[in-house]
């Protein structure tokens, strides 16, 4: 396995880490105003921690799937998946830093 694999898994982990951050926070702001902007934050959030949920079962769950990422996979893919996975972690990084201010 190379370090492009764990870079990726780390950062869709991370991703859900953040994601769980904003859900909350937009959760909570939807509880106490009822506007549509909160609600359009915390239906966009469930859906992308959705998706990087199911990424990291398939990155380090999924029998199948887990040992054929790790294995027969080329690195230029792993590249581009860690470079779009880190990208994600940053923006959400950012996003949740103004979120929870």
Do not use: C
């Amino acid at each position: 396995m190379s370090i492009w694999v764990t870079v990726a898994q780390v950062a869709a982990g991370v991703n859900v880490v953040l994601l769980l951050a904003l859900t909350y926070v937009w959760g909570r702001n939807y509880a106490k105003f009822r506007s549509k902007h909160t609600l359009g934050l915390l239906v966009f959030a469930l859906l992308l921690l959705a998706e990087n949920v199911g990424v990291v079962y398939y990155y380090l769950l999924d029998p199948q799937l887990s040992a054929w990422w790790g294995s027969a996979v080329p690195d230029i893919v792993w590249q581009w998946q860690m470079a779009i996975h880190v990208v994600e972690a940053v923006a959400l990084a950012f996003l949740t830093w103004t979120a929870w201010d």
